[in-house]
Nanobody, 124 residues
Framework: QVQLMESGGGSVQVGGSLTLSCAVS?????????MGWYRQAPGKEREGVAA???????SYEDSVKGRFTISQDNAKNSVTLQMNSLKPEDTGMYYC?????????????????WGEGTQVTVSS
């Protein structure tokens, strides 16, 4: 069983930055996993934004490359999404997710667990 809890959302102006954190709690250690961030804008489908796997390999959705950075702190059991140069189209509910299978990238991720989400609003 995996529990995920996001924090760090908020409102920011265009060009600003936000840092999202995901606290990860697992009932048992997993030898392989992929942690990711998804977002869902009003009226749109949920989309994958960034992912990092157990050995630190990262992947990003094209629209956030060069602006967002995903990282993990295994000692603290957390995953962070640093978001810079934010745009209005980055607005949405951001979810932390975990795939306990063998997916390697955000494009192939199929989450087994989800957090409750944290709202990010970027205004012009």
């Amino acid at each position: 069983q995996v529990q995920l809890m996001e924090s760090g959302g908020g409102s920011v102006q265009v060009g600003g930055s936000l840092t999202l954190s995901c606290a990860v709690s697992k009932s048992k250690p997993y030898s392989n996993y992929l942690m990711g961030w998804y977002r869902q804008a009003p009226g749109k489908e949920r989309e994958g934004v960034a992912a990092i796997n157990f050995d630190g390999r990262v992947s990003y959705e094209d629209s956030v490359k060069g602006r967002f950075t995903i990282s993990q702190d295994n000692a603290k059991n957390s995953v962070t999404l640093q978001m810079n140069s934010l745009k209005p189209e980055d607005t949405g509910m951001y979810y932390c997710a975990e795939d306990s299978g063998w997916a390697w990238t955000i494009a192939t991720m199929d989450p087994d667990y989800w957090g409750e989400g944290t709202q990010v609003t970027v205004s012009s």
